[in-house]
């Protein structure tokens, strides 16, 4: 992406996240949790951000807060793409859904509520998408012990 191009949306983004830096030619803008719903809506309606790429997280077990919850946004009439990322702790691990947004993160939230236990507030649905009922544990997290053996479920026909 051009800088020029760069430069506009970070100033059309100026005043809502924490940080805002570039990294790989997009622009990422750190958020406290509570300004997601209200940055996402912005992307969305004043900024033509109509593509929901992604939502995953990234873990680092050394720091606190925990994770970064993290998504992508595109913009078919800009052709831009965005990073948000909001860090939350370890002891509840939970950041606002953007399901009345975009009708694709009902799934993309389910994955990373399984994959690394992120509760996604007010999602509906955060029964395992990837996983089985009764899996335990979240696995991409760095402290899940990878030669664990899981409980067996009965096979359904």
């Known amino acids: 992406m051009d800088a020029g191009k760069l430069d506009a949306l970070k100033e059309e983004l100026a005043g809502h996240?924490?940080?805002?830096?570039?990294?790989?030619?997009?622009l990422v803008l750190e958020l406290e949790p509570g300004a997601l719903p209200e940055t996402a809506q912005k992307l969305r309606t004043a900024l033509g951000f109509d593509l929901l790429l992604d939502v995953t997280a990234v873990d680092w077990p050394q720091r606190e807060p925990r994770f970064d919850v993290v998504w992508h946004f595109y913009s078919t009439r800009r052709f831009q793409r965005v990073r948000l990322r909001v860090k939350v702790g370890a002891a509840d691990?939970?950041?606002?859904?953007?399901t009345g947004l975009y009708g694709s993160a009902h799934y993309m939230e389910r994955?990373?509520?399984?994959?690394?236990?992120?509760?996604?507030?007010?999602?509906?649905?955060?029964?395992?998408?990837l996983l089985y009922e009764g899996f335990e544990g979240h696995p991409l997290r760095k402290d899940y012990p990878k030669h664990r053996e899981?409980?067996?479920?009965?096979?359904?026909k």
């Open 17 to 26: 996240g924490l940080e805002a830096t570039v990294s790989h030619g997009l």
């Open 111 to 129: 994955e990373c509520h399984d994959m690394y236990g992120i509760r996604f507030r007010g999602n509906p649905d955060l029964r395992p998408i």
């Open 93 to 98: 691990p939970q950041v606002d859904t953007l």
């Open 150 to 156: 899981q409980p067996l479920v009965p096979y359904r």
